[in-house]
């Protein structure tokens, strides 16, 4: 999985290089992508509810941050499960060369019970 996730950024990384810049928010190999994994994960914790248990939504979509030397995107998602609903402001960070990662960060109070 480690090998394809290089894969991934490393084609991001030529598509830059070549004057397009098309891969603003890192995916996973198939399924959401990292920015949605991260969020569900905070979610989760932030809300005590199973990860299965939380509908995920994009509220935002991904605004690209000037940078040097890696490829940075911001955007906001919304978390709801278990009664409760919150927002977070998710950030990734692709170093050129390297795997992307990405951070949730809690972007409100938590609504709910």
Known sequence: ??????????????????????????RAP????????????????????ASQEIT????SDPERIPSK????????????GCGQRASYLAECTTPLGAPSACTAVLNSPIQGS
Do not use: H, N, Y
Request: net charge positive.
């Open 69 to 80: 030397g890696k490829r940075m995107s911001r955007g906001s998602w919304g978390a709801t």
């Open 1 to 26: 999985m480690v090998s394809t996730r290089v894969l991934l950024v490393s084609s991001c990384a030529a598509l830059i290089l070549g004057g397009t810049a098309s891969c603003a928010t890192p």
């Open 56 to 59: 995920i939504v994009q509220l």
């Open 30 to 49: 198939s399924g959401p992508s990292l920015s949605e994994q991260a969020v569900r994960k905070r979610a989760a914790f932030d809300l005590a509810c």
